[in-house]
């Protein structure tokens, strides 16, 4: 556990020191939340807050940890820490205490936004469960991030986090509910992540189905990272 604090100090501090990276993923979500708000109107605007609690996570990890993957996986200091006699499990680990810690701030911003400039009803009750479920999510995501980031050249990785951080989003509560799109906003992770915190407020929706969706993305993200990070090892 110690090797994991170790890998997050790392990880912070190089956040710290990217000033822009790290306005643009701080202030984008809130941003995002003023804009789009009033789609929720005359419905519940709980599910706004559903909606961009778990992008201000997802935001985290694609545009500030996967993107930072891309740009720092070939530096000579990335290089020098795979040659530590460790597995690669200590560093999943510190990613994903650095994607909790920003995500964490997110909410906190985008808390103050709902209450007291949109002037949201938020129970403490629905606040911490969202708060929670969001953060809970950034498991699959920063797992995702440090898949494509591996994956990704630092050309490319921009234009691929982009396009990507929009659709998860959009594909969150924007496809219809009937025909094709009904079957395939199924499969779109953020849209089962939504469902979760959904199920806090809608006794309807089952909280184990888009349980298991999510750990069965976890476990997927993680063998894919496994490979290619083990291939990314190998070229260098």
Do not use: C
């Not at 906003?185 to 006794?203: D, G, V």
């Amino acid at each position: 556990m110690k090797l994991a604090f170790f890998y997050f100090k790392i990880f912070f501090l190089g956040t710290v020191r990217n000033i822009p990276a790290l306005f643009f993923t701080l202030i984008f979500p809130p941003l995002m939340l003023l804009l789009f708000a009033h789609q929720w109107e005359g419905k519940n605007q709980l599910g706004a807050v559903i909606v961009f609690f778990n992008y201000s996570v997802q935001t985290v990890a694609l545009m500030l940890l996967g993107m930072g993957v891309t740009q720092e996986k070939n530096s000579e200091w990335a290089k020098y820490l795979r040659t530590l006699p460790v597995n690669i499990l200590p560093m999943i680990l510190g990613r994903i205490l650095h994607t909790l810690m920003l995500s964490l701030a997110n909410i906190i911003s985008l808390s103050i936004v709902s209450i007291f400039i949109l002037n949201m009803h938020l129970s403490l009750d629905n606040l911490l469960f969202f708060s929670l479920i969001a953060l809970i999510g950034a498991i699959p995501m920063a797992l995702l991030g440090m898949t494509i980031g591996y994956a990704a050249t630092p050309e490319s990785s921009r234009s691929i986090f982009t396009l990507l951080n929009l659709l998860l989003l959009f594909g969150a509560f924007a496809l219809p509910d009937s025909g094709i799109f009904g079957i395939a906003r199924e499969f779109i992770p953020t849209y089962q992540w939504a469902q979760l915190s959904f199920s806090h407020i809608n006794p309807l929706i089952n909280p184990l189905t888009p349980s298991l969706w999510l750990t069965g993305y976890s476990i997927i993200f993680l063998i894919a990272f496994q490979k290619i990070y083990s291939r990314s090892v190998n070229k260098n």
